[in-house]
T-cell receptor, first 113, second 115 residues
Framework: DMKVTQMPRYLIKRMGENVLLECGQD?????MYWYRQDPGLGLQLIYI???????SEGDIPKGYRVSRKKREHFSLILDSAKTNQTSVYFC????????????FGSGTRLTVL | GDSVTQTEGPVTVSESESLIINCTYS????????LFWYVRYPGEGLQLLLK?????QKGSSRGFEATYNKETTSFHLQKASVQESDSAVYYC????????????FGKGTQLIIQP
């Protein structure tokens, strides 16, 4: 079954707290992504991971870091969350490094109070 | 940088009527990018609807079609007769073929089908 799973689906945190968003895929895809989407904006790329411990900044990496210790898992970490990080976060994966078909998770709606 | 502009939603269409969602792009990093339409159904992640990687070609899937027009830098999504199950958010996107590995997405267009 080709699936990207994100946990949790909804999360409420207070400003200054640490946040961990988790993503898993069962397709052995090398490349994984974290995007965020805010109202009125397109999906914005936060980070790309090309494989275990091979990560690259996207367009809006500030305030985020990532971890990929296993090919099937990719985590997004917010150290000391800010209210402007309230957003919907999407994880995705794809074959190789070329952005062909991306497979997305259902998203995590994060609210930072 | 690259950018994608699409019809602002929500777009409301009656069942069995025709649909067009406009998409135009600006690709500064490459002349002929790959073009995609993704769809997000309620409660689900985005999924690929169709893609076209050659200018002048048409892609189709699930009754939807889109033609890659390099003259007008457009990739409009059309369907002749929509169904209630087509209610979703549709995203136009472009991809850089020169070894880059990221897509540039439009804002998404929410489509509401009235029964």
């Amino acid at each position: 079954d080709m699936k990207v799973t994100q946990m949790p689906r909804y999360l409420i945190k207070r400003m200054g707290e640490n946040v961990l968003l988790e993503c898993g895929q069962d397709m052995s895809h090398e490349t994984m992504y974290w995007y965020r989407q805010d109202p009125g904006l397109g999906l914005q790329l936060i980070y790309i991971s090309y494989d275990v411990d091979s990560n690259s900044e996207g367009d809006i990496p500030k305030g985020y870091r990532v971890s990929r210790k296993k090919r099937e898992h990719f985590s997004l970490i917010l150290d000391s969350a800010k209210t402007n990080q309230t957003s919907v976060y999407f994880c995705a994966s794809s074959f190789g490094g070329r952005a062909e078909t991306l497979y997305f998770g259902s998203g995590t709606r994060l609210t930072v109070l | 940088g690259d950018s994608v502009t699409q019809t602002e939603g929500p777009v409301t269409v009656s069942e069995s009527e025709s649909l067009i969602i406009n998409c135009t792009y600006s690709a500064t990093s490459i002349a002929y990018p790959n073009l995609f339409w993704y769809v997000r159904y309620p409660g689900e992640g985005l999924q690929l609807l169709l893609k076209v990687i050659t200018a002048g070609q048409k892609g189709s899937s699930r009754g939807f079609e889109a033609t890659y027009n390099k003259e007008t830098t457009s990739f409009h999504l059309q369907k002749a007769s929509v169904q209630e199950s087509d209610s979703a958010v549709y995203y136009c996107a472009l991809g850089n073929t020169e070894g880059a590995d990221r897509l540039t997405f439009g804002k998404g267009t929410q489509l509401i089908i009235q029964p």
